[in-house]
């Protein structure tokens, strides 16, 4: 009965997304003032039946209702409570159902944040929301409808997937999903702006928080899911260009350009269907990577729900979202020209390099995934496109890229002077590079070529992004949450890049068959192996093995690598021990048992990994200081022209009834 | 025409493109079997119905059979029964049940109560044997030619359209052969690995 009634909420919350799309968007088309105060109402309603439907199936879950087809297939009643919660997204049907919630808690933020913005533009941007959300209600309900009873019911269920049982991955899809869809927020206001055909750029300035807030979490969100994927899947791996990390991977680098884009066009008025187009490439590319991981168009390690029928009713919707606010994009565009210029070198052009580069990175990425459908669809027979192709051409956009950072972020805008920060920056770049010679030859040996120019980059995003706050300091100025937050945000950025240079060359991995007592040197490490034992989980069996590690005789650590057996799916799971530290990983999976007593192992040493995860999110904090600094303290005035939140109601006010 | 309806004719671009690669996905998704082509696996199992004599892999020998890996414990298992026992009934081919992790007091009450599509059922109580066969998950089916090689795999629950379309071709075109599958009193369904 419970399950009949999360059903109908869902609906329900159709029809309520419906009303939201069709009052926010004819509303101000017909100048109706009181369709405008519906549409609030609606999108609550809608969030609130949305939460019911959710709720109910939480509950099939955590009571083991195995009536429902869903519950039956991800679930199981040996499977601890927690997990039982979060097999709420382990396959398709109740991702999808997250996808909406998510959505939900997005509009629910923009309804919460609509006294800044003229009610109209408002109603617009809910009503670009209510269409997406209407789009993917219906599809679940129509394909992916996770309220089907199995009748007869089975006694027990199927069990969640190995592979899913995992604290990373409860809380992994939530942030994903709050990046992805967050977009969504930047694409609603893009799409309001070129409803009304605005000509000021008061729309930039109000993207910006949301923008920047998406990306932070996407940007936790893919750290996590990389950190998941090391330690899990057990191959030692943190990125593998697979279909669904780059798919996760390209929004976050358009949501970058369109960061700075964005700044552009608020405080200077140029970029403006730039910034439009990547607001739209943004949203477009996580739809696309739904499409994508969902349709089974693309074979992954990580999709667990591919069914082309599905597939050709998210092309629809596809074609109804993307193409539509393209085609807005094709007609208004033209009338949102920009109307100013800059100088070759200043800060206009340093962002404008900023987004070329990261566009065509973007691209690379996108290229690459699709590279083995265009190559299939010409005939050319099957593609297999991974590190070889990514690693390298990557580097050819990001590499200068990340050279400019340290210039752009001190050049002025309009016109070309490096300024007062002309000096510090070269000092910097002294330093960075005697910091990165004596770091590749010295304490990290055996350098790739790249390594020392990686090392320079890094230390010097993170030794620049440091001088505007220590000037700031030393003259006690007030430092502005906006300028705290971009040095945050690229200090990660450098800390990330040294995390990846010195993995990249630094690493040594090793697979060894060895018997108990044996032992395998890794660098300064020593791994000797103690022996197997069998276990016995709530849910499963399988073997521990004991690594004892040794540094110059003196014991570091005793790593215990599992492999274990799923009953009720057969699966077979490696857990790889790790030792984790700032300075390095040492890494022990097991492999199989080769007889005579020995074990096939796999022994890694990665200095620095941890920096690539601290760096991501140090990135996101950069972008959270920012979006929540810039609340809290709209009144500080920083010398820039920024118009400042709290004046924001009335200015708006006046261009609002300019359409 | 202007630059700005560029990005709406890539996106058009980009449609055709993942037109084309849905049309294709059904191909790409049938994980084949390494197996297939290959002679089955070798097993010896308890015998469900008869603890005596244990089932081997030589009673696959000499006709066509279908092994099916099932469980009691599984959802899709219960969903594809209806379908095992009308293959049954049209006596075409013998079904091999190997029951997968599961408990032998459970698949007999479930066989009592469901009715048994089975000629023998084996017990593959840890799951071993499904690893030689490459199970994924089951209910997973094969196709044995007389010769005892994997002719064809099904991963999913079989139904009466999976059975038409993938399996009675792949059997009828040997048809009329002497190893037809009609008969399977024809084979030495006794020998079992007493041999």
Redesign the interface.
Known sequence: MLVELGHYALILALMLAAAQAFFGLAGPALKRERWLAVVPSAACGQFVFVSLAVGVLVHAFVDNDFSVRYVAENSNSALPLFYRVTALWGAHEGSMLLWILVLGVWTMALVANTRALPPAFAARALGVLGIISCCFLLFTLVTSNPFVRLIPAVPDGNDLNPVLQDPAFAVHPPILYMGYVGFSVSFALACAAMIEGRRDQLWAHWMRPWTVMAWAFLACGIALGSWWAYYELGWGGFWFWDPVENASFMPWLVGTALIHSLAVTDKRGLFKSWTLLLAVTAFSLSLLGTFLVRSGVLVSVHSFAADPSRGIFILLLLVLMIGGALGLYAWRAPLMKSVAGFEFISRESFLLFNNILLTIAAAVVFGGTLAPLIADTLGLGTLSVGPPYFNPSFLVPILPLLSLVALGMHARWRRGRLGEARRPLLLALGVSVVLALALSLGVYAHPLPLTPIGATVGLWIILSALIDPLQRLRRHLRLPASVAGMSIAHIGLGIFVLGITFVKSNTIERDIALKPGQSAQLGAYQFRYDGVQEIVGPNYEGFRGQVTITRDGKPVTVLYPEKRSYWVQGTVQTTAAIAPALSRDLLAALGEDVGAGAWSLRLQYRPLIRLVWVGALIMALGGVTAVIGRRQGGLVANGAALPVDAMAPESVREHGGAT | M?R??L??AA??L?????????K???E??NLPSPLIGKSAPQFTLPNLFDNTRPLSSEALKGHWSLVNVWG????EC?AEHAALLQIKQQARVPIIGID??DQDEDALAWLAQLGNPYERVGTDHD?RV??DWG?Y??PESFLISPAGTVVYKHIGAMTPQVWERDFLPRISATLGRPESPATPASAPVGTGSGA
């Open positions: 202007n700005f309806v990005p709406l996106f058009a980009l449609l055709v493109v993942l037109l084309v690669g849905l294709r996905a059904p790409k998704n009691t414990w599984c959802v219960r997968w992790k799951g499904a690893i199970v998950g089951a």
